[in-house]
Structure formats: structure tokens, C-alpha cells
């Protein structure tokens, strides 16, 4: 009892509300398919149920037993991404011409990239923080050495999630990762390059799309994949390539059709494919409109604002980097996912936080906010109370 008082209550209780809402739109957003609607619920109620367990063991660690799990999480994930490549179709099946899944009995389906986030975010922060005590004075030469490092732990991995292919992964591990290197202390100067470098990039992209199209199109879109091309070419001109953006559009009249105020609960009538996975956003403003749609918004960025302001009073440098991996990191994965449902951003295959259908994503999220419950616990002081409290 005394370990749950430790918990941060607001926290839980918005963990708590989105459960209660995921659980009804993945049961919703899947009667479609009558068979399996009830096993969607039941699992997804089972997944959370893990989930909590999960964040509840996480948070009964102190820093140094995370620290020390850290290497060894690492090396197992890296292992499991990696045992893909030759894993029998029997037990890691292709699925939407991605093979990112082992095959688990009971459960369904165990993606070993979504725990990565959780290595990644312990590992990179470890080599951050020694590389700030063992070099105390600036030095360009020590700085980049920290980035090397950085990269011979990221980049591996990420690459094997590439190939599976998992972009929308390793958009999310870049999402966590560049705001910690940010907050790594390194010189301004390698900053500004550092940031200038993707800028440069996304800009050029843009230009030869708008003004030399045909050298983007055999140059550019020539090194992707035909999957990654068509959902391109679906986002930017979905009415023109209409077999490749069917889920936008679907997705597009299903949000459009709920209106303010939404067409009632059960009451989906528009197909969207995966809509109880990547596109649940469009079932909750179909049924509930706008309002409900605003209403799952603000309480996913309440969760970042919690995160964030207990990531505020940490007082140790490691808890401050991890929480600024977390709260980026679900920011950016809320903000791709409602994007892509709205067709402000391309669809890529991230699920919405708390909400899409999965244990995977899931339970990695519920980790990552054992995570933040350990920095809770960390300090007594809160925000906003009287500086006399904390003496």
C-alpha cells in the first residue's frame, strides 16, 4: 500500500480513463468483424492488466537497479530484432508485408522493436551521464566521440527495424533520442550542425518534390520501397492514387461523418481498415465527434504534462534525460498518429499511445512510464508547493 501511495495519482487515474476508453472503441472499431470482436476486448483488458503490473514492478526499482538492467535489456531486444531475420515463418509470420512480430500462443504477437524504446532510453542515458563526468571541461573532440557512441548503439539496431520495414519505428526512436543528445551538454556550435544537417535534407526533399518532380521521382522515391513509395504518393495526392490512400480516405469519412457531437456509441458505419489499431482516433471521432475526439487529445497531452512536470523536479541529470526521451517521444507518437488519420502527415504504422489495439505498444509505453513513477518517487517536492515544504 505504501508503494502505490508513491505512485503520481493523477497519472494513473488519466492510465486508468484511457484504458476504459481503448477498451471500448477497439471493441467498437471491431464489430465489424463479429468473430473476433470479443477476443480484441478481452485481450486489450488483459494487456492493460500487464501493463499496470508491469509499470507497478518498474516503479518499485531505485535508479541504480534500472541503471544496471540497462545492458543486459539491451543486448536481449537487440537479439530478438536481430533472431527476425532467420526466424521461421511459423513462429515470426509477415504481416502487412512487415516480418517486425514473434508469434506468442494465447497472446497473439510479441514485436521486439517497441522494447528497444525502453533500451535505447536507459543505455544512451547511462553513456551520456559518464561521458559528462569523466569529461568536465568542453572539448569538440570529447563531444563527438559522445555522438559516435551514441550511433554505435542506436544505429544497429534501428537499421534491422528499417528492413523489416518498421519506418514509423524509427521515427519514434529518433523522436526519443535527439532531445536527450540535446540535453547531453554538448557545445552549441556541434548543435547548430547537428540540427542544421536533417533540416538541409528535409528541405532539399521539398524543393526537387515541388520544382524538379521527375528527378524526385526517379531519384528519391527510387531508393524506397514500392510499400513506402505508394503510402507517399497516398498521402500526398490521395484522390489521385486512390488504391494506395483507401485507409486516408476511409479514414477522412469516418472523422468527418461524426461531426461535433458524433453519430453514437456502436454507431460506425464507415470502414476503416486497421481501425482498431493505427486509425482508432477515427473511430472515437466518428462516434463522439469533435468533442469526443478533443476530449482523448487533451487527456493524452495531460499524460505528457504530467511527465513533464515531474521530469522538471528531478534531481538527478539521468532521470531528467530520460523524461525528456519520454515525454518527446510520446508527443511526436501522439502528434503522427491523429496527423496521419487527418492526412496532415503520412500514414506510417504508429499506434496511438494508451489507445490502439496491442500488447506490444502497449506494454513498452506502460514500461516507459514505470520509468517516470521511479523519477516520482525520486524527490518529495511537487510543483507549485511552497517552497518551505521541501525543508
Not at 117 to 129: D, T, Y
Not at 279 to 302: H, Q, R
Request: hydrophobic content about 50%.
Amino acid at each position: 500500500m505504501t508503494q502505490l501511495k508513491r505512485l503520481d495519482g493523477s497519472l494513473v487515474a488519466a492510465l486508468l480513463l484511457l484504458g476504459g476508453i481503448s477498451c471500448l472503441f477497439v471493441y467498437s472499431s471491431s464489430t465489424n468483424f463479429e468473430q473476433y470482436a470479443s477476443s480484441f476486448i478481452i485481450k486489450q483488458f488483459i494487456f492493460y492488466g500487464i501493463g499496470f503490473a508491469m509499470m507497478f514492478a518498474i516503479s518499485l526499482l531505485d535508479i541504480e537497479q534500472l541503471k544496471k538492467i540497462g545492458w543486459p535489456f539491451y543486448g536481449l531486444i537487440v537479439a530478438l530484432t536481430a533472431g527476425l531475420i532467420i526466424a521461421p515463418e511459423s513462429i515470426a509470420r509477415t504481416i502487412n508485408q512487415a516480418k517486425s512480430w514473434y508469434q506468442i500462443p494465447f497472446l497473439g504477437s510479441l514485436q521486439p522493436s517497441e522494447f528497444l524504446k525502453f533500451a535505447f532510453l536507459i543505455v544512451v542515458s547511462k553513456v551520456i551521464i559518464a561521458h559528462q563526468e569523466k569529461n568536465t571541461r568542453p572539448s569538440y573532440l570529447a563531444d563527438l566521440w559522445l555522438l559516435v557512441k551514441i550511433g554505435l548503439i542506436v544505429l544497429p539496431p534501428t537499421f534491422l527495424v528499417y528492413r523489416q520495414p518498421d519506418t514509423g519505428m524509427v521515427m519514434l526512436y529518433m523522436a526519443m533520442i535527439l532531445p536527450m543528445i540535446f540535453f547531453s551538454g554538448i557545445q552549441r556550435k556541434l548543435l547548430v550542425i547537428f540540427t542544421a544537417i536533417p533540416v538541409v535534407m528535409l528541405s532539399t526533399v521539398i524543393v526537387l518534390y515541388i520544382r524538379f518532380n521527375e528527378f524526385f521521382t526517379e531519384k528519391i522515391l527510387g531508393a524506397l520501397s514500392g510499400h513506402q513509395v505508394s503510402r507517399i504518393y497516398g498521402w500526398l495526392q490521395p484522390y489521385e492514387y486512390v488504391d494506395s490512400s483507401f485507409q486516408v480516405r476511409q479514414g477522412f469519412l469516418a472523422i468527418g461523418s461524426g461531426e461535433m457531437a458524433g453519430k453514437g456509441y456502436l454507431n460506425n458505419d464507415v470502414y476503416v481498415p486497421e481501425k482498431h489499431t493505427d486509425f482508432i482516433f477515427s473511430a472515437i471521432a466518428e462516434e463522439f465527434g469533435f468533442i469526443g475526439g478533443a476530449f482523448v487529445i487533451i487527456l493524452l497531452f495531460f499524460v505528457i504534462y504530467r511527465i513533464v512536470l515531474i521530469t522538471v523536479e528531478a534531481k538527478d541529470p539521468f532521470m531528467t534525460l530520460m523524461g525528456a526521451g519520454i515525454s518527446s517521444l510520446l508527443a511526436f507518437q501522439i502528434t503522427q498518429n491523429i496527423g496521419m488519420t487527418i492526412g496532415l502527415l503520412p500514414v506510417t504504422g504508429v499506434t496511438l499511445p494508451f489507445l490502439s489495439y496491442g500488447g506490444s505498444s502497449l506494454l513498452s509505453n506502460f514500461m516507459l512510464i514505470g520509468i517516470v513513477m521511479i523519477i516520482h518517487k525520486s524527490y518529495k517536492g511537487y510543483m507549485f508547493k511552497n517552497l518551505g515544504d521541501d525543508k
